[in-house]
């Protein structure tokens, strides 16, 4: 009878809606889970007649689930101290593979596998755009994000080595004043490269340039003449040798570095050639001459010690930075993200996991802060977007209607005892 299957309809839609909102709750605690909401829509309506005007009468037949969308808004990020948890704030999913076929997801708590590979709590590799030798290429098709746990940097020769300093321009003629300045050869070993300033009056300054005797195995010594300008700013240098000086500055035919060069190491390394760098920000010399006390405020150098992997961060733009015990710090890759035309449209696969579907439309990958892609968070992870009161104000309005409907089968069921007993 159709008083009986039409409430059973009603019966039947509230059991899928209270499953949804349980499986919410159920949800509260996981990453990135998203929210899910049944709606409901009417059957088809059986044609009975007509009034007089001409109007149809209908007779509905029940409800039935008409859909069940994803809240895709953001969940809040929760800081846990941890570099392997990614929060993604925004639009987009990270992609993740399990070798065969790409996913999208947005539950970033991921840790190394044996192999290194950043991967999601069920085992899928996170993917990402490469990098070589420190440079990410967003122009080529996504790996795997690997961290290199077990890598050893090489060390790196010094090539180029500045100081910023000021040289007493009271100083009497034949005075010195010397500073220092770490370099590495190629072999990772540190030396200290002292550079002796000797005054010799009317703003003009030696400079000598030599390591540790202990370090070479025959005495080396660079060395020049610097000029500096009433204002006490370095105007020119000559090293010895030189048929005249030059100007320091970026114009044509000026120079903006000194040449410094070490063979016959004593341990064994390659001959170190340099750079003195006599410019700072702005193409401003870094070294001056004024009346205060002749001091050094900064040295800097590009090489280094041989490093092992000490650890990893993951920045706003899924940039992944590795940082060695030598203190440099190497790009190994970017976390890519993947988003689709239409996100009702994913397939809930588990796991917090999500395929593309025709519906959907294909997956695309871009680069975070482009194509309205989100922002990443690193040692954060994204909460679940459920809110507990609407949960529990639906649960209550599912539960009456289900209460509403198995009224109307105990109702109807009453109505059909006393036809019976009419008939007897």
């Not at 829509?41 to 109007?55: E, K, M, N, R, V």
């Not at 969308?69 to 846990?80: E, I």
């Not at 392997?84 to 704030?89: K, M, R």
């Not at 064994?268 to 010399?285: Q, R, Y």
Request: no cysteine.
């Amino acid at each position: 009878m159709p008083s009986f299957f039409i409430p059973l309809t009603g019966l039947n839609a509230d059991s899928q809606a209270l499953n949804t909102i349980a499986n919410n709750l159920a949800n509260m605690n996981t990453t990135g889970f998203k929210a899910r909401a049944a709606h409901f829509a009417d059957l088809f309506y059986q044609h009975i007649g007509s009034t007089g005007i001409g109007d149809p009468i209908q007779v509905g037949a029940g409800t039935q689930i008409s859909s069940i969308t994803t809240d895709f808004s953001d969940g809040s990020s929760n800081y846990t101290g941890l570099s392997t948890d990614v929060a993604l704030q925004g639009n987009g999913f990270f992609v993740v593979s399990d070798g065969a076929s790409q996913y999208l997801t947005r539950a970033g708590d991921f840790s190394l596998d044996s192999t290194g590979n950043l991967v999601t709590s069920n085992g899928l590799r996170v993917m990402g755009y490469p990098s070589v030798n420190g440079v990410v290429n967003t122009n080529t098709s996504l790996v795997p994000i690997n961290i290199p746990e077990s890598q050893i940097l090489s060390p790196k020769a010094t090539s180029s080595f500045g100081m910023t300093a000021n040289l007493d321009s009271s100083t009497a003629a034949s005075s010195t004043f010397p500073a220092t300045v770490n370099i590495y050869d190629s072999l990772g070993q540190s030396h200290t490269a002292t550079v002796t300033y000797t005054a010799n009056g009317s703003g003009q300054w030696k400079y000598s340039i030599a390591l540790p005797a202990s370090d070479t195995t025959a005495a080396q010594t660079v060395t020049g003449t610097m000029s500096f300008d009433k204002n006490g700013n370095l105007t020119t240098i000559q090293p010895t040798g030189a048929a005249s000086a030059s100007t320091v500055g970026t114009a044509s035919g000026d120079v903006s570095s000194i040449p410094v060069a070490f063979s016959g190491l004593s341990n064994g390394a390659a001959n170190l050639t340099m750079n003195w760098n006599l410019l700072g920000t702005g193409s401003t010399p870094t070294i001056s001459q004024v009346d205060s006390k002749s001091a050094v405020g900064a040295t800097a150098q590009d090489g280094y010690t041989s490093g092992t992997y000490k650890e990893f961060t993951v920045g706003s733009d899924g940039t992944v930075t590795v940082t060695f015990s030598n203190q440099q710090k190497i790009n190994v890759g970017q976390v890519a993200l993947g988003d689709v035309a239409n996100q009702q449209g994913l397939e809930a696969i588990g796991d917090g996991n999500y395929a593309a579907t025709l519906a959907s439309g294909t997956m695309t990958i871009g680069a975070s802060g482009t194509a309205g892609l989100g922002s990443m968070e690193d040692a954060a992870l994204e909460g679940s977007n459920v809110n507990i009161s609407t949960e529990f104000a639906n649960l209550i309005i599912a539960q009456r209607a289900f209460e509403a409907n198995s009224k109307s089968v105990t109702t109807f069921d009453t109505i059909t005892q006393e036809t019976i007993q009419m008939i007897h």
